[in-house]
């Protein structure tokens, strides 16, 4: 454990180096991404730091303990000893976490695409349960939430909403949202009080910044139309929506949820960016399967991922066999108890991944 703490502290050095020099802080790309690596790196180095601390009691004790000359001075070893011992395994546990290679894109601000799956008008209400649980979730961690674009139903709810996240860390903490999710309660239009099962899908995006992914807008053709549907006195008065069409891959998108043709395009290709981005990593997970083994948060689409049981008050989450009955306060955006337990179950997968090398 030391050698490998050693490791990181010749590392971080360099790091704290580099950041100062004025070819780096004048290269945008490279001072970010130093700038993270330092972050990452100062929390294992801090733990280091209080790891090396505790190893010296216990051989500090030890060593009195040994002697016995002097009563007063044992007893108080004693103590130090069992005190260190008792902390010792709870932060070797946490450096072995903190080793484990970081996706780098857990730090990204991310774009969330909520669909209206199977279930008719019902799928479009709970999609906009959806928007709301994570709205709420978003603004109890700090972060904010800015609409891109929306298409709503036709009894409530979104038939689709697409929405960016801006925050600390926010990719590594919703990208565990990404998947099916079904819902099976009985719809307002339901006169035999039957359950019906209406489903959702999320994606969860990592914000592409240009230097992650360079567009080609040369592939890019841009549809400037006037708004439509509720919006003031802007609507169908002047051509501020966007809409982004995608040559290569047919990927079309659309942004009129501002005033402004210019930051409805800035909207509308962070977008295209960013699904371009994911597509490209899913290309690369695919041909690299041993990268990413997790079920945890693999992101396919297809899977069912969690289920909202209304008659019974229940939410499971299919991935890790979770059942909480909590409903209420779950769709009230009170995930951050599923989320942790998520994001255990992929260290523990880590973990195991990465015995050999820590």
Same mark, same amino acid.
């Given at each position: *454990? ?19 020099? @004025? ?28 790891? $090396? ?9 030890? /060593? ?20 260190? $011992? ?15 290679? #970081?996706? @780098? ?7 969330? /695409? ?29 972060? %904010?939430?800015?609409?891109?674009? *929306? ?7 979104? #038939? /689709? ?12 903490? *919703? $990208?565990? /949202? ?8 009985? @719809? ?7 359950? =019906? ?5 999320? *994606? ?29 006195? %802007? ?9 982004? =069409?995608?040559? @290569? ?10 005033? %402004?043709? =210019?930051? &409805? ?27 990413? $083994? ?23 989450? =299919? ?27 992929? &260290? ?11």
């Amino acid at each position: *454990m030391l050698e490998k703490i050693q490791i990181v502290k010749q590392r971080f050095d360099e790091v704290n180096d580099l950041i100062i020099q @004025p070819d780096i802080i004048s290269d945008q790309k490279r001072y970010i991404q130093l700038n993270k690596e330092y972050k990452d790196l100062k929390k294992i180095v801090d733990k280091g730091t209080l790891y $090396k601390e505790l190893l010296d009691n216990v051989a500090e004790a030890e /060593e009195i303990i040994s002697d016995g000359s002097d009563d007063e001075m044992v007893e108080m070893a004693k103590m130090q000893l069992d005190e260190a $011992k008792e902390q010792l395994p709870k932060l070797e546990e946490e450096i072995r976490f903190l080793l484990i290679p #970081k996706d @780098p894109d857990d730090a990204k601000n991310v774009v969330v /695409e909520v669909r209206a799956g199977t279930g008719g008008d019902e799928a479009s209400i709970f999609a906009g349960d959806l928007y709301r649980m994570y709205s709420k979730y978003c603004s109890d961690k700090g972060w %904010s939430t800015s609409v891109v674009s *929306m298409n709503e139903g036709t009894s409530g709810g979104f #038939k /689709e909403i697409i929405f960016e996240v801006s925050g600390e860390d926010v990719y590594g903490t *919703m $990208k565990f /949202e990404a998947g099916v999710h079904r819902v099976q309660r009985v @719809p307002q239009t339901e006169t035999q009080g039957r359950v =019906h099962t209406s489903a959702a899908t999320v *994606m969860v995006l990592p914000e592409a910044e240009e230097f992650d992914f360079e567009l080609d807008m040369t592939e890019v053709r841009i549809e400037r139309t006037t708004s439509t549907g509720p919006g003031g006195q %802007s609507v169908n008065t002047t051509y501020s929506a966007i809409k982004l =069409h995608h040559e @290569p891959t047919g990927m079309i998108v659309s942004c009129q949820d501002q005033k %402004s043709s =210019h930051k &409805n395009l800035e909207k509308a290709l962070k977008v295209l960016r960013s699904r371009l981005y994911e597509e490209e990593m899913r290309k690369r997970a695919a041909a690299d399967s041993e990268k990413r $083994k997790s079920m945890v948060s693999s992101g396919d689409r297809s899977a069912k991922i969690r289920t909202y049981n209304y008659p019974q008050g229940r939410v499971t989450d =299919h991935r890790i066999g979770l059942t909480l009955y909590d409903l209420q306060n779950i769709i009230n955006g009170d995930i951050q108890k599923i989320i942790d337990e998520l994001m255990l179950a992929e &260290n523990t997968e880590l973990l195991k991944a990465n015995d050999e090398i820590i």
